[in-house]
């Protein structure tokens, strides 16, 4: 789990490094650098995709959470419980993305 935990970063890094580098021409002037079209595009592609990017962890999360529920309740015997969480497990998780201009969005 740490694993997604580490790539999500690296996505979410990547992408924003490359949305402030990509289709701009910096020269000597005061205030942000600006972002050009592939940039802006980057950003909508993040923004559009953010909520299947959550949804991966999740899904891995709570597919791992209930294999290993599972098999302690086999392991206790029964069974009832077991098939009940892997019935869980396999539910799709909720993701809730934050609101935009929320402390979470990641624009200051």
């Known amino acids: 789990m ?3 935990s ?3 970063t690296s996505y979410g ?3 924003t490094s490359a949305a402030g580098s990509a289709g701009t021409i910096s020269g000597a002037y005061c205030g942000p650098t600006p972002i050009g079209p592939i940039g802006a ?3 909508l592609f993040v923004e559009k995709t953010a909520g ?3 949804f991966l962890g999740a ?3 709570k597919s ?3 294999a290993r529920q599972a098999t302690a309740y086999y392991v206790a015997g029964n069974l009832e419980m077991a098939a009940n969480a892997e019935h ?3 539910a799709a998780p909720e993701v809730k993305l934050p609101k935009p201009g929320g402390p979470q969005d990641g624009k200051k």
């Open 13 to 15: 890094t990547n992408v």
């Open 41 to 43: 595009a980057l950003e």
């Open 64 to 66: 791992v959470n209930g």
């Open 88 to 90: 869980t497990a396999l």
């Open 52 to 54: 299947d990017v959550l």
């Open 6 to 8: 580490k790539s999500v």
């Open 2 to 4: 740490e694993d997604v």
């Open 59 to 61: 899904r891995a999360a």
